[in-house]
């Protein structure tokens, strides 16, 4: 292993111990995985000409470690709330953290 992704390693899990949020992911085949994420900003607003768009969608940051090989993730527990994953995860330029962008499951909050 490198010397830069030791050292990128170390700083990834520091950044997990101290901002992460315990989590269960939900696999498409039904396979659950209790790992940690990072909630990222939950919307934006987006001035189109003189209208404002709400977008509502919410980010999250999962250490690519996490997710075994092959598992295909579909919904994210966390805080008591359900949220559907949309689209494919985006990997970070080292491979060490993948971004999951998800909306709300209606009525999650409620359980």
Do not use: W
Request: charged share 25%; net charge negative; proline share 5%.
């Amino acid at each position: 292993m490198s010397r830069f992704r030791s050292r990128a390693l170390q700083s990834m899990e520091s950044l997990f111990r101290v901002f992460a949020d315990p989590a269960i992911v939900t696999c498409k085949d039904g396979f659950e995985l209790s790992i940690s994420v990072i909630p990222r900003f939950p919307d934006a607003i987006t001035d189109i000409f003189e209208t404002r768009v709400h977008n509502a969608t919410h980010m999250f940051d999962i250490k690519a470690g996490d997710v075994p090989t092959g598992r295909v993730m579909d919904k994210i527990h966390v805080n008591d709330r359900d949220y559907q994953i949309q689209g494919e995860p985006v990997m970070d330029q080292h491979n060490l953290v993948m971004k999951v962008e998800t909306y709300e499951i209606e009525g999650s909050s409620q359980r």
